[in-house]
């Protein structure tokens, strides 16, 4: 009886290995509100990552992001991901998509066509300047796993501007000091 009793715990702890890098937290995931009336089309185009919350997938520098329509008439977005890893070009590309377009911003996407489409949020952006991404999953009631990242359209953004977006994301109950800086420095255009 005490091994079902445990379970869900060794469970827990099992899927806290297999997410390694990510923010754990105790509990559900936080609240938090989306971006109203986004606009995929807005969306679209580059972005440089300025901040994250460090995955072990995440390594290098000079990260970015380039979302794109596909040729697919179901309104999926390919996701291509860069990043340079000790002076090499390494890619991922993804597949993304809006479950619900009465809920634009929280957006579905995966990378390998085996997995299954994880939460990529869109808290706050203004579309030309910057964005504040929130992932979060819940791993049985009683913990969760976090991703957060901020990117901007140019590879630096003003300190006020990423002190605003921390500031939303403390006031979801989001732990900011999480953040690392993305170096961004020697990166070509």
């Not at 994880?118 to 808290?123: E, I, S, T």
Request: hydrophobic share 40%; with cysteine.
């Amino acid at each position: 009886m005490a091994f079902f009793t445990l379970l869900p715990l060794a469970l827990a702890l099992l899927s806290v290995t297999l997410v390694e890098g990510q923010v754990i937290g105790l509990g559900k995931c936080p609240e938090v509100k989306v971006q109203e009336d986004f606009d995929i089309s807005q969306y679209l185009g580059v972005w440089h990552e300025i901040e994250k919350f460090t995955a072990y997938f995440e390594a290098g520098k000079c990260l970015r992001a380039n979302y794109t329509l596909s040729l697919k008439p179901d309104g999926h977005v390919i996701v291509d991901n860069e990043k340079n890893v000790n002076g090499e070009v390494k890619k991922a590309i993804g597949d993304a998509y809006i479950p619900d377009p009465k809920e634009a911003a929280k957006i579905a996407v995966r990378f390998y066509s085996f997995a299954p489409y994880g939460p990529y949020w869109v808290l706050k952006t203004d579309y030309k300047t910057y964005t504040l991404v929130w992932s979060c999953v819940d791993l049985l009631n009683l913990t969760n796993a976090q991703f957060m990242w901020i990117l901007a359209r140019e590879r630096e953004l003003d300190p006020a501007t990423v002190d605003e977006l921390h500031k939303l994301a403390t006031g979801y109950g989001i732990d900011v000091t999480h953040f690392s800086k993305t170096d961004q420095t020697g990166c070509d255009s």
